[in-house]
Nanobody
Framework: QVQLVESGGGLVQAGGSLRLSCAAS????????MAWFRQAPGKEREFVATITGSGGSTYYTDSVKGRFTISRDNAKNTVYLQMNSLKPEDTAVYYC????????????????WGQGTQVTVSS
């Protein structure tokens, strides 16, 4: 399994931007589908975005389409989430996750998880 460490969270005003990073260990990073999930207080963890191993295909939940961009740099073993036009409802702990088998939006399919990074958007 791959080890994942997120960074880049923080406090930002509505309309602002943040870029999250997720650094992965291991030499097979490019063989993993990667994803970002988030969990707000009192709510279940929800899918945000996913990307194929090559970075050639991405998929987003409807609420972030046009505002968030997932990307990866396989040379750096890192996946990113660029978040623009942030809204208070984007406030959550953001997690990155990895799976080798297929592209999926279902959290229980993912075998590796980071510890999470807090994103807080003030109104």
């Amino acid at each position: 399994q791959v080890q994942l460490v997120e960074s880049g969270g923080g406090l930002v005003q509505a309309g602002g931007s943040l870029r999250l990073s997720c650094a992965a260990s291991g030499r097979t990073f490019s063989s993993y589908f990667m994803a970002w999930f988030r969990q707000a207080p009192g709510k279940e963890r929800e899918f945000v975005a996913t990307i194929t191993g090559s970075g050639g295909s991405t998929y987003y939940t409807d609420s972030v389409k046009g505002r968030f961009t997932i990307s990866r740099d396989n040379a750096k073993n890192t996946v990113y989430l660029q978040m623009n036009s942030l809204k208070p409802e984007d406030t959550a702990v953001y997690y990155c996750a990895a799976v080798r088998s297929h592209m999926t939006t279902i959290s229980r399919d993912y075998s590796s998880w980071g510890q999470g990074t807090q994103v807080t958007v003030s109104s």
